[in-house]
């Protein structure tokens, strides 16, 4: 239980509305999109400044006490989850757009900005900010820097990391540093993209200097209907083989497909085996040219029809599908946990074999939508949370996806992060040598384990037996 004068200096530093002590209010908090574990936190502090911060971060190292950032808690691996931290420092309150230099294409912004606010903030101008997490109405751009967040559009245009050149950085400490800047190329070696897809356990972020892409001129969205998912897998590999380099290469499975057409009745065909979305992007004349090749590629793969979007509203439509497919899926349970894989893209119809396979054996519903050209896969495993059984078998099958994504060749997590739900699966892929050699790298940064404990690496003392949620009743 943390002192109550813990408590009193924290409200000393950034007011009494800017603490929640435990209690219902924090109950807010108790999870991510990661919904298997909860755990409320004792303390939450909502800091307004990125001073604010890193004299709250000085303050609770004074005292050594642990703390875990927050975005917006949109998370899906349980990353701001407080396992052994009893303070939870949230950045919604830093939600300034610092400032934008349209010469030279930068913006900086503060950790608590909305993802899609900052090509909100640009978009008169002809720009945008490229990482578009299917979150992006929601998340900040301080959780895409700890996650190094991709999207559906990360096929052509790269994931966070490719789109941030700098970082200011509390220390567990609290001290502030800065890493990487302005400009492209910063001597020394690149902690910035250290800390990017750190999942937050190095220090926390306030300030992130982002670049800014060119609008693209002209947009081509279509959308492939198959009698099969492998028929649609087959399509990706030739639109890719083609020489086309699509902005996005997304699928949706028969289930997802009628939860999303259930949920926005746009008039996708809920007898096709598969969709997939094709999106390009370009110049105008070369587009048509490339709408028309891949349209071609979809028909020599069996494609019963290409549509495609006449108008903004038309294609707005269809990645509404899209990106709110994981709300849609709502409909079709009362819970549901999104599984993040990776394999090499000629995999990918192994591995929803493979998945089809794990849902017969753990008898569960689960419904796929995923970045087809990446081969990031994201089966949904529905379930009812009341059913303790069932619990298990999604807990147990989300490990079998995972080792058989493994299995092909591929990893366990493309965007979404270790947290605390794949901390046992991280020795699937390194060895014990492999992991000191990460933790040592860690400790340089956080040598206390105070920044976002128990997160990524089993750590001595932390829970980390990932096979069955760990709930807790909140007080
Ligand atoms: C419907 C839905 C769709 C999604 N689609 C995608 C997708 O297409 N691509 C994708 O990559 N992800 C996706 N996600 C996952 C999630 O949105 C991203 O991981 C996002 O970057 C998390 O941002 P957040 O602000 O919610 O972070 P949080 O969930 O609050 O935190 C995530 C992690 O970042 C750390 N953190 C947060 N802020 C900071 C900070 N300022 N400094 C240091 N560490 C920090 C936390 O400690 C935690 O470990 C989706 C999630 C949902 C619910």
């Not at 289930?255 to 809920?270: D, K, N, Y």
Request: charged letters at 20%; aromatic letters at 4%; one cysteine or more.
């Amino acid at each position: 239980m943390l002192a109550p004068r813990i408590v009193d200096g924290l409200i000393e530093l950034v007011g009494g509305d800017g603490v929640i002590a435990r209690g219902s209010a924090a109950r807010v908090y108790e999870c991510d999109g990661w919904t298997l574990e909860r755990r409320v936190p004792e303390v939450v502090v909502l800091p307004r400044t990125p001073e604010e911060v890193a004299a709250v971060v000085r303050l609770l190292h004074r005292h050594g006490v642990a703390f875990v950032p927050r975005g917006a808690g949109t998370g899906l691996s349980g990353g701001c989850l407080p396992v052994a931290a009893p303070v939870m420092i949230c950045t919604s309150r830093l939600r300034q757009i610092v400032s934008i230099d349209l010469a030279n294409r930068r913006a900086v912004v503060e950790a608590g900005v909305v993802n899609l606010a900052v090509s909100r903030a640009v978009a008169r101008h002809g720009l945008f900010y490229a990482p578009d997490p299917s979150s992006q109405s929601a998340c900040t751009i301080g959780g895409n820097v700890a996650e190094n967040s991709g999207g559906p559009h990360t096929l052509k245009y790269g994931v966070t990391t490719n789109h941030v050149l700098g970082l200011e950085l509390v220390l567990p400490d609290g001290e502030v540093v800065t890493l990487g800047g302005a400009v492209e190329d910063v001597p020394g070696y690149d902690l910035r993209g250290l800390v990017i897809g750190a999942e937050g356990t190095m220090g926390l972020v306030t300030r992130a200097t982002l670049r800014l892409t060119r609008t693209p001129e002209g947009v081509r969205t279509l959308l492939g209907v198959f009698a099969t998912v492998d028929a649609a897998c087959q399509a990706v590999s030739g639109i890719i083989a083609a020489g086309i380099v699509p902005a996005a290469l997304e699928m949706m499975d028969q289930l997802m497909i009628a939860a999303v057409e259930a949920a926005f009745q746009v008039g996708l065909p809920t007898d096709a085996g598969a969709v997939l979305l094709i999106e390009l992007d370009g110049a105008g004349a070369e587009l048509d040219q490339q709408a028309r090749a891949a349209s071609d590629v979809c028909h020599a793969q069996g494609a019963r029809e290409v549509r495609v979007a006449r108008d903004e509203a038309e294609r707005a439509a269809l990645w509404k599908c899209r990106k709110r497919a994981f709300g849609a899926v709502g409909r079709l349970a009362p819970n549901y946990c999104t599984q993040d894989g990776v394999v090499p893209r000629t995999k990918v119809p192994d591995i929803l074999r493979a998945i089809a396979g794990v849902a017969a054996r753990h008898r569960l519903r689960i419904a796929n939508v995923f970045h087809a050209g990446d081969g990031n896969i994201h089966p949904i495993l529905l379930y009812d949370e009341r059913d303790a059984d069932e619990v298990r078998r999604v807990i147990a099958a989300g490990h079998e996806i995972l080792r058989a994504c493994v299995d092909l060749g591929g990893s366990i997590t493309g965007e979404h992060g270790i947290g605390v739900e794949k901390i046992n699966e991280l020795p699937l892929l390194f060895a014990p040598q492999d992991l000191r050699a990460m933790q040592a790298l860690r400790a340089a940064f956080d040598p206390e384990q105070r920044c976002n404990p128990g997160k990524i690496f089993p750590t001595p003392g932390a829970c980390v037996e990932v096979t069955r949620p760990r709930r807790q009743v909140p007080a």
